[in-house]
């Protein structure tokens, strides 16, 4: 890539990092380096302000009173229902679905769409790379149904072997569940050449987009899938609410996910109406305080810029695999293509376990995660019984690469780097 | 925070040199443990004389922490009887927990490890190999290999 790129960034890192209060904290009197936001991300103080001034000035329950704290509560909740739908420019607000998280979000369909088009012999498709939320829901419908799971397979540099593709996908697919972005590998796969092929053969696809959403421009129209879950916590938002987007026919088409108050039309002894879409499925309460503050968390990406957060960390991700290369007795897992490759660096070291390689790095004030990621038949793919995994985001400096690649070094001597690995 | 607490040279040559690991050619009690949440197997094996236990061997991937414990725990059980392993084991919990325990002056290797105590998420690593002893001997009579989940 041709060099200057960082001129063109349209914001400052380091200002960036003045509204997340959390990143000025110290953590075993060191200044934290947070590199987990592939597992949550940290919030800004706008999100954080959201949070109080609903609590403090607003709360009431949407959808219900006539009274003015109600009318502002239920306009709120609403209002963030439009922005989340703009953001990832969906057709409507109605298609966007407030739920727990992704893993809800993912079961919603499994539960509803799933449940009444998936039958026996019926095909689903779905990838090696799966985090557990993406597979488990498939694995259970398909054993409920009598259909039959299959898997688009992994090759060495964590690349989708897509040639397959062709023999994967028949007319018994009704469903493709595919991540958009790995959350253990980095790798962006190739969901709109996926998406045109399932579709050639009627198959429906959901895109597990926990790890995209956050990190780069998504256009729910122009990759044209039919289903997309995200989770809010992982793009500056709060816990608690996760989204799922869903072409508006089969959202008509969808019967209810859980049944209770808001969702019903007519409500008679034994048997109801239904509301209509999105209420019809968003039973009970929704939570409303965390959906406002998503809502200021996409303002808030929206102010920085999409396209810039993407090309921030496409240059930290590329300065990590730099830095952490150098290492020696050092694996990383994941594509070198940096235009395939998000901010997420999972690496083993020989004669450390990851845990220890946290644990030490811990002591450093650098957060990273050890295990299997929620992914164990990636693991297993790649015959590691865990990886440590450092993320980034629009926050990250190279500074706290520096620190991450020392306490790298640090746990080598502790572990005697010369000592040949023990079998 | 004390690293030292946690990575003493007497864990870590455990760990880059550990004792008794490997399948032995015959056991008469096969245990696994695991916990699945970490990826941590470790595989315990006990050969019986009697009420005693003439060899414990062990195998498995894991982190420092479980894998220096299950060295050790293999070479202060040699020879025990399966009372003493008992007691032993639950002084060894103690320990974990953060209790003042005085353990028996051979096992100083063990005592090492009471610094994990003051790491609360890396206390099932110590406790992972004689979690799975325990369950092995408690099926004893299973005639097959026993496996145990934990977390």
Known sequence: ?423 | MQLNDLYKDIILDHYQSPHNRGRPPQADIEAEGSNPLCGDEVEIYVLLDGERLQEVRFDGVGCAISLAAASMMSEVLEGKSKEEVGNIGELFKAMMHGEDVILPEEMEDLESLKGVAKFPLRVKCALLPWTTLEHGLANEDAGHRVSIEVD
């Open chain 1, 1 to 423: 890539m041709e060099s200057g790129v960082s001129d063109e960034i349209g914001f400052d890192v380091h200002a960036v990092r003045q509204d997340f209060p959390i990143l000025g904290t110290q953590v075993h009197g060191k200044p934290l380096v947070y590199l987990d936001s592939a597992a949550t991300s940290q919030k800004p103080q706008a999100i954080i302000d959201s949070l109080v001034d609903y609590y403090t000035r607003y709360n009431a329950n949407v959808h219900r009173g006539i009274y003015t704290l109600s009318e502002q509560a239920t306009a709120a909740y609403e209002n963030a229902r439009t922005k989340i739908a703009r953001f990832i420019n969906a057709p409507s607000p109605e298609c966007i679905i407030f739920t727990r998280n992704t893993t809800e979000a993912i079961n919603l369909v499994r539960y509803t769409w799933g449940t009444e088009n998936v039958r026996s012999d019926d095909e689903i498709l779905i990838s090696e790379m799966e985090h557990h939320s993406n597979l488990v829901p498939w694995q259970l419908l398909a054993q409920e149904q009598g259909a039959e799971l299959r898997f688009l397979r992994v090759n060495n540099e964590g690349r989708l072997m897509l040639d397959g593709l062709d023999v994967l996908i028949t007319e018994k697919t009704r469903l493709v569940a595919v991540t958009h972005v790995s959350n253990v590998l980095g790798t962006i796969n190739p969901v709109k050449g996926i998406i045109k092929k399932a579709h050639k053969y009627g198959a429906l696809v959901l895109l597990d987009a926990a790890q995209s959403v956050p990190h780069m421009p998504v256009d729910v129209q122009e990759l044209d899938c039919d289903f997309l879950a995200f989770s809010g916590h992982k793009m500056m938002g709060p816990t608690g609410v996760g989204v799922l987007y869903a072409k508006p026919h089969l959202l008509e088409a969808m019967p209810p996910f859980m049944g209770g108050g808001s969702m019903i039309r007519q409500v008679m002894l034994t048997e109801s109406t239904w509301a209509d879409v999105p209420q019809k499925f968003e039973a009970g309460t929704p939570n409303i305080a965390d959906v406002i503050a998503l809502g200021a968390a996409v303002d808030y990406l929206n102010d920085l810029g999409m396209a810039n957060v993407r090309e921030h960390e496409i240059q930290i991700t590329q300065y990590a695999l730099d830095q952490m290369r150098e290492v020696s007795g050092i694996k990383l897992f994941g594509p070198w293509e940096i235009q395939i490759r998000a901010g997420v660096v999972s690496f083993v070291l020989d004669g450390v376990h990851p845990h220890d390689i946290a644990q030490i790095l811990d002591s450093e004030a650098v957060a990273v995660r050890a295990g299997h990621h929620c992914c164990q038949p990636l693991m297993r793919r790649f015959n590691v019984p865990a990886t440590a995994r450092a993320s980034f985001y629009a926050y990250t400096t190279e500074e706290e690469i520096d620190a991450l690649v020392e306490g790298i070094h640090k746990a080598q001597r502790v572990f005697g780097h010369a000592i040949e690995r023990s079998v």
